[in-house]
């Protein structure tokens, strides 16, 4: 038990800055959300947010630079993003830069504040919270033939977010056994909620997410068997994936309720395709294409129009078309590198954490490809990303460095013959290496 009154003025500060900081990173994962709250209340979230992200940071500010700076092509990503203002066909800093650049530095404070386990038990409580509130909503509302929206502006917003909670549900009622009835709880809440969204595409999703979960059990068996069981599920994607193809219209049509054209989405895609490759390297400027000449022709002459403002409802070509090649190839790495550290972590550590943190990266380039866009986006998705990726870039330099270690104190030991009892040390050694990214291994302090 702390006594308050032993503590200094700077350590009574910290003291309470920590028990409230889960709240306050709460309140700033909400002002991520599209929300359907009344204009002064969003304004207020979001400006409490900015204050409230700012003093953390600077609380933190230099492990924050290390952080923030572990994923190279990430951060080149966001500064093309604010240096595009400068070819931008729409003059001036538009205001939702500044509020990315919160996202993307609230996803930093994430992985510089919590670790993986952390995070996910935090997110899970605030997506909880949000299928509560959302769950009344539609109940005041009264159940109707009408999609659900929760607390938000559109059904798949929700439907999206329900998705990840009901995968971090199942994850926890894996993870723990004393309250799996929490876990189970929030899965059904999150279902429900998904079903009564009617977002097909985000079922669709929640679907394929639930098909990867016994990918959790290939990892804890032996490295040989790991090459045979993903030999064969590799295997068994591919004939999936043929079979998805040959009887797509059935899929489309009759299971999903859309047509064969995506409910008006691919003669978007291929009008912005065209207009990408008239502006092929650096695309339009962050938020420059819609408000342009060419986004204008683009909206008039698709269902866009009954709309007022433009979407290409597409992760990957909505950035190709603010940031061109350039943008989709920093994205791409970026995923690319984030995913080959977070496996590379999770087959030495084997934990759940990191499971999850493999499944949000597949949920990421999936949802992107017909969802609402998500990369450099005003979202908790897009902050969730930044988190996973620089996560994931830690806790790999983290086992790398300790396993450099061992193998230098190894030779050390193996070069001089001191019996039985160093071979002993050795031993002990090794096995601080599989848990070496949740504290440093005393014999290394």
């Known amino acids: 038990m702390i006594n308050l009154k032993r503590l200094s003025t700077n350590q009574l500060i910290t003291f309470f800055l920590l028990r409230l900081e889960p709240f306050l990173i709460g309140i700033c994962l909400f002002s991520g959300m599209f929300l359907d709250f009344p204009g002064p209340l969003l304004k207020l979230l979001k400006v409490?947010?900015?204050?409230?992200?700012?003093?953390?940071?600077?609380?933190?500010?230099?492990?924050?630079?290390?952080?923030?700076?572990?994923?190279?092509?990430?951060?080149?990503?966001?500064?093309?993003?604010?240096?595009?203002?400068?070819?931008?066909?729409?003059?001036?800093?538009?205001?939702?830069?500044?509020?990315?650049?919160?996202a993307t530095a609230l996803g930093a404070y994430l992985a510089v504040r919590y670790n993986p386990k952390e995070q996910m038990r935090l997110v899970a409580w605030v997506l909880g919270i949000v299928a509560i509130l959302s769950l009344l909503v539609t109940l005041a509302h009264g159940l109707g033939d009408a999609p659900a929206q929760g607390i938000f502006r559109h059904k798949n917003h929700l439907a999206r977010l329900m998705t990840l909670n009901a995968i971090i549900s199942l994850l926890s009622i894996l993870n723990h056994r004393k309250y799996r009835w929490v876990g189970w709880v929030g899965f059904s809440l999150s279902v429900l909620m998904l079903l009564l969204s009617q977002g097909k595409s985000a079922l669709l999703i929640f679907l394929v997410m639930i098909t990867l979960l016994p990918l959790h059990n290939f990892v804890k068996q032996h490295y040989k068997l790991q090459t045979v069981l993903y030999m064969v599920s590799a295997l068994l994607a591919f004939v999936a994936?043929?079979?998805?193809?040959?009887?797509?219209?059935?899929?489309?049509?009759?299971?999903?309720?859309?047509?064969?054209?995506?409910?008006?989405?691919?003669?978007?895609?291929?009008?912005?395709?065209?207009?990408?490759?008239?502006?092929?390297?650096?695309?339009?400027?962050?938020?420059?294409?819609?408000?342009?000449?060419?986004?204008?022709?683009?909206?008039?002459?698709?269902?866009?129009?009954?709309?007022?403002?433009?979407?290409?409802?597409?992760?990957?070509?909505?950035?190709?078309?603010?940031?061109?090649?350039?943008?989709?190839?920093?994205?791409?790495?970026?995923?690319?590198?984030?995913?080959?550290?977070?496996?590379?972590?999770?087959?030495?550590?084997?934990?759940?954490?990191?499971?999850?943190?493999?499944?949000y990266l597949v949920f990421f380039s999936i949802v992107n490809l017909s969802l609402d866009p998500s990369i450099l986006a005003e979202d908790i998705v897009w902050t969730l990303y930044v988190s996973t990726a620089l996560s994931a870039a830690v806790y790999q330099s983290r086992i790398v460095k300790n396993r450099h270690l061992v193998s230098f104190r190894e030779q050390e030991v193996g070069s001089r013959d001191f019996g039985s009892q160093n071979r002993k040390e050795v031993r002990v050694k090794k096995s601080c290496v599989a848990h070496s990214y949740e504290k440093p291994c005393k014999l290394f302090q």
């Not at 953390?56 to 572990?70: G, S």
């Not at 203002?85 to 509020?99: D, F, K, N, T």
Request: some cysteine; hydrophobic content about 55%; charged content about 15%.
């Open 241 to 359: 994936s043929i079979l998805m193809l040959v009887n797509l219209e059935f899929i489309l049509v009759d299971i999903l309720g859309k047509d064969l054209q995506l409910n008006g989405r691919l003669p978007i895609w291929t009008l912005v395709f065209d207009k990408i490759l008239e502006r092929p390297w650096l695309g339009y400027g962050f938020e420059g294409f819609w408000s342009s000449d060419a986004g204008y022709s683009v909206i008039n002459s698709t269902w866009l129009a009954h709309r007022g403002y433009g979407n290409a409802h597409s992760g990957y070509l909505e950035l190709a078309l603010q940031l061109g090649f350039l943008g989709i190839f920093l994205f791409v790495l970026s995923l690319l590198i984030a995913l080959f550290k977070t496996i590379q972590v999770l087959s030495v550590t084997k934990k759940l954490e990191f499971f999850w943190m493999f499944l």
């Open 48 to 102: 409490g947010s900015y204050l409230i992200l700012f003093f953390l940071i600077l609380w933190r500010w230099k492990r924050f630079a290390y952080v923030f700076t572990r994923d190279i092509p990430l951060l080149c990503l966001v500064g093309t993003a604010v240096w595009s203002v400068g070819w931008s066909a729409v003059p001036g800093i538009p205001e939702l830069l500044r509020a990315v650049l919160r």
